[in-house]
């Protein structure tokens, strides 16, 4: 992706409903960032476009006959120089998977100005900042910031103001100073892309921030919680010895948050 989008991106529009496909044209067309929007109502019309000309990003819808958005997205990341993706959809469900393909933003039909705007800068400094990394590389990454739908408006929660996420069936509730969201994203799959970043899960329902941890106490009951300063954790007896052994190589490296203590390894009663 090195060296293109020197001027206005060129982008591909894919969505198989004309209407819908017509609107995000004319969105995309509504930006001074986009030189040339094309557009494809299917997958594979999508691939063949893109194998002839380059382009610097794709918006690709998900619900398509024959072969779906993620089936696509998952051919692209393969190529030597890949597009960025960005889905469009009208499923929030696919967020968590979208971003472990490697999109760099998921946007929820319909889609607004400010919203698209919002897109089009997140594409602009991914390419600005790309070192020659695919975004399936850089997709490790992906779920720094989760995103939100509140109101037909998006916001981002940023994992590293999440100290703990308590699964709530196929959802999750992010505990942060600020308040806590609720995300359709499945604890496993959360799991998954937050652990190399320091999350544990201590419970079948928490995965807990390693470094936001203050101290360990004990409940009534001779329960073990994990005490942040958004609230306490329960850690099931299976999960306490990894987390103490988490805690000490985390204070060994510095890693907790500022003004937190690292737990002392006694737990108050």
Do not use: C
């Not at 209407?19 to 494809?40: G, I, K, M």
């Not at 499923?91 to 400010?114: C, M, N, Q, T, W």
Request: hydrophobic share 45%; net charge neutral; glycine share 8%.
């Amino acid at each position: 992706m090195s060296g293109r989008a020197a001027g206005g991106l060129r982008v591909l529009a894919v969505d198989d409903v004309a209407p819908a496909l017509d609107e995000l044209r004319r969105l995309l067309l509504e930006s001074p960032d986009v030189a040339d929007v094309a557009t494809a109502p299917d997958a594979i019309t999508a691939l063949r476009l893109i194998q002839a000309s380059p382009f610097d990003v794709v918006f690709l819808d998900i619900s398509m006959p024959a072969m779906d958005g993620m089936e696509l997205a998952s051919l692209l990341t393969r190529m030597t120089d890949p597009p960025v993706i960005v889905f469009v959809t009208a499923f929030e469900e696919h967020a968590a998977s979208a971003y472990g393909i490697g999109a760099v933003d998921y946007l929820l039909k319909p889609v607004g100005r400010e919203r698209m705007r919002a897109a089009l800068d997140r594409v602009r400094r991914f390419i600005a900042s790309d070192t020659g990394a695919t975004p399936a590389r850089a997709s490790v990454d992906a779920l720094a910031a989760v995103p939100v739908e509140l109101g037909g408006r998006t916001r981002y929660v940023r994992r590293d103001d999440v100290r703990f996420a308590e699964a709530h069936g196929d959802y999750v509730r992010l505990n942060t100073p600020s308040g806590s969201h609720l995300v359709r994203i499945p604890i496993s799959q959360l799991e998954k892309h937050w652990q190399p970043a320091g999350f544990v899960r201590v419970h079948r329902s928490y995965l807990l921030a390693v470094a936001a941890v203050r101290e360990l106490r004990s409940d009534i009951s001779g329960g073990l919680l994990a005490h942040t300063d958004v609230g306490d954790v329960p850690v099931s007896r299976r999960h306490a010895r990894e987390l103490r052994e988490h805690l000490l190589e985390a204070a060994t490296r510095g890693e907790f948050d500022a003004g937190a203590a690292p737990p002392t390894g006694r737990e108050r009663r």
